[in-house]
Nanobody, 124 residues
Framework: QVQLVESGGGSVQAGGSLKLSCAAS????????MGWFRQPPGKEREGVAA???????YYSPSVKGRFTISQDNAKNTVYLQMSSLKPEDSGMYFC??????????????????WGQGTQVTVSS
């Protein structure tokens, strides 16, 4: 049974940083895709960053240069380092995973497994 557990969310002022973690159980190994999505209140879920096989990374234009996704296969954990945070980065952040290649890695339909989310709030 696959389980994804996010942590690291919180409240921060604009310009600050947060690091999110997603610990996976029942899921690991190589050649898998994992992603981070966010959903602001009243808005649709959007892809933020994704990583394939621990090295090929993809970013939404809105976060490129500010966010970094990484993966520690030994710990079965994916991270999202967020810097220069803006109020518009606020929302519930979800971790997602799927086996193999996600052909459109920032699209939620590509992912089979989801975590419960962790809240990020950026104040101005």
């Amino acid at each position: 049974q696959v389980q994804l557990v996010e942590s690291g969310g919180g409240s921060v002022q604009a310009g600050g940083s947060l690091k999110l973690s997603c610990a996976a159980s029942g899921f690991g190994g190589s050649r898998n895709s994992m992603g981070w999505f966010r959903q602001p209140p009243g808005k649709e879920r959007e892809g933020v960053a994704a990583i394939y096989d621990g090295f090929a990374s993809y970013y939404s234009p809105s976060v490129k240069g500010r966010f970094t996704i990484s993966q520690d296969n030994a710990k079965n954990t994916v991270y999202l380092q967020m810097s220069s945070l803006k109020p518009e980065d606020s929302g519930m952040y979800f971790c997602a995973a799927t086996r193999g290649v996600a052909r459109d890695p920032l699209k939620s339909r590509e992912y089979l497994y989801w975590g419960q989310g962790t809240q990020v709030t950026v104040s101005s």
